[in-house]
């Protein structure tokens, strides 16, 4: 920790006092406000607690500015209004690197890492059994940086370049503020540092850029990373200071004394060198790193890291791991091209680039059109991709993305792929713009868009595309969830005729279907049931298995909390609608539009008289929280492996219970379960101290108890 308690008490304390009084009257007071300014912005940029507002913080740094323009001669250079300097940079200088700035060693599985441990141990002369520790964390995606301090003072920041050397880039390092200006190195015996990190850019500030930058028609940003490297190298400072840089600080690459004496080995280990770091006010990976004893428990972390990559706020692209003991990464030394005592675990690519070769413009249940590229197929993540949505015609308008480019695709977790962008300076003239359809591929109405929405819609209700995506929905497993019945035996069974509305698909004629090629009795058995099951749903499914615009799962369920029978719904007014909390006026109109129509009343009158259920079920109708449930109000979060119940299972239960989980550990969440092999959620809750920890055994219990 970079402040002691009573340090952060008293710099409270004087951030009160100078938001109130307004008047810094000597260089002494003015050196207060200045660790005040510095306090706050470690507190922000180091360790995401801002204490005060950002419109506090402009306070205290408009009083700083104001008096170091009145007072020239109180100004000094590791203030925070000299972060940003004003003169622009020609050319940047190629400056030397203390010592050269290696490259890592990649490993991809599991066996290339007991490899990697098999070497470092001879090298080091370690039996299989001797305790090895390794320093494992995050690889962050962005730009390296070296960082030189002497006497204290952030002196010159380079990019990595060759190796040996690289550019030279102080002023636009010292506006990231997790960079300190001045540091205490001095208190630890050092002179002279030299330090390495990353520069990146969160992925919420990277939505936020390209969203500004969409606004303004400048090109988008293909990933962090770049949006990072990029501002690395603008001649004005000013930019980087803009863009909401950040650095986390890796290695310890170089450290002397006065007397010009190698103090590298005063400390045993690489953690120990972060730990003293971290108490010198960098930004180091606290929460995110692990010491393993073994490299079983390297493997943990990285599958751990694996798991949970997206949901963190940086982009990593893999996990580094370090011996960690300083004597045995002497003993392992380096090759010209990477140090043998560390290697990078690749995670599969997110990005990769392929052709866009053609479009289908496909029709949805309410019939908007959406444009689905069609790609060369490309590996992402471990699946191949060779079909993504374009959305709309505003998104292809926007990425100015033409037939035949070359694309960046993107497929992160569970995130259907989508492509970031084009390359326009890849083209090589036969390129075609795209024209987006004016009438229905199917059924060739107009197409028409209303105000305010993004999508194409056909207009037709009865357009032959529609029908059958609507019947498609009313089965699809978060609707009616017919199991066995799916996209291809609807549209073939629609082709023969046999369905034309929802109300057919409860009086199909199974003999006739066990006579179609590939069915059979046994298929048509298994369909019968399945059916007849269905009609047993609670009525929320039936609700969102109508396809009426915008009502979805969610208020399909609100509304069926307070809907004893679905037919009364033709009496509903609006009020009753708008009544219910987080149900809205505009799908209120769309259900009552819905049963305006004779027709639809009809439809479902038909499908009550087959047997589907119509009455409010006890599964549809809202739970009861006690005040004293152990969940009722909290919100949750599941980290590692669970051995009863998939992390699905585990989330519906709780949320029964009355919680809200959560996908990352923050200052908001309440209660962390911990499964097997749980890594850095685990050590971040620990951290903050306010989460309750519980194993699953624990959630499980209090689960019955509730
Ligand atoms: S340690 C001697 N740790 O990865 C090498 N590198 O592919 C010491 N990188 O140039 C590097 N995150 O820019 C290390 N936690 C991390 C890292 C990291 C990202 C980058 C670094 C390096 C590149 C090697």
Known sequence: MHYTSEEIKNLVQQTKEFLTSNIVSDFTELESLRAVIR??????????????????????????????????????????TQRVSSDLVDQFQSVEHLNPMLSLENSYNSDDLQDFDTRVRKLCNLDADATLAYFAEPKFDGGSIAVIYENDYLIRAATRGDGSKGEEITNNARTIRSLPLKAAFSKYGIYKAELRGEAVISKSKFEKINAARETEGLALLANPRNAATGVLRVKDASETANRGLDVFIFQMAFAVDANNENVLFNQKNHSDWMQILDALGFKVSLHERKVCNHISDVITYINDWTAQRD??????????????????????GATSHHPRWAVAHKFQAKQATSRLLTIEFQVGKIGSITPVAKIEPVQLAGVTVSSVSLHNEDFITARDIRYGDQVLVERAGDVIPYIVKAFPELRNGTEKVIEFPKECPSCKTSLIREEEEAAWRCPNFFCEAQVVQRLIHHVSKDAMDIDGLGKSLIERFYDLGWIHQMDDIYKLD??????????????????????????????????????IHHLGKKVSKLIAEHLPYVLDLQNWKIDRYTAIKDVGPVVGQNIIGFFENPKNVEMLREMERLGVNMMQLEEDRPRQFTADSAFAGKTILFTGTLSQMDRKEAQNLAEQAGAKTLSAVSSNLNILVVGENAGSKLAKAKSLGTVEILSEAEFLEKIRSN
């Not at 408009?62 to 323009?69: G, N, Q, V, Y």
């Not at 982009?315 to 392992?332: P, Y």
């Open 39 to 80: 306090f706050h912005e470690w507190q922000y940029y180091v360790q995401d607690n801002p204490l005060i507002s950002d419109y506090e913080y402009d306070l205290l740094y408009k009083l700083l500015e104001h008096t170091e323009a009145k007072h020239p001669d109180w100004q000094t250079s590791d203030s925070p």
């Open 311 to 332: 949901a963190y706020a940086y982009d990593i692209d893999g996990v580094v791991v370090k011996v960690n003991e300083l004597k045995f990464q002497e003993q392992c």
């Open 510 to 547: 199974y003999q006739a279907i066990a006579q179609l090629d590939g069915m059979g009795e046994k298929s048509a058995e298994k369909l019968r049931k399945s059916i007849e099951k269905a009609k047993h749903n609670p009525i929320h499914r039936l609700l969102h298995g109508l396809c």
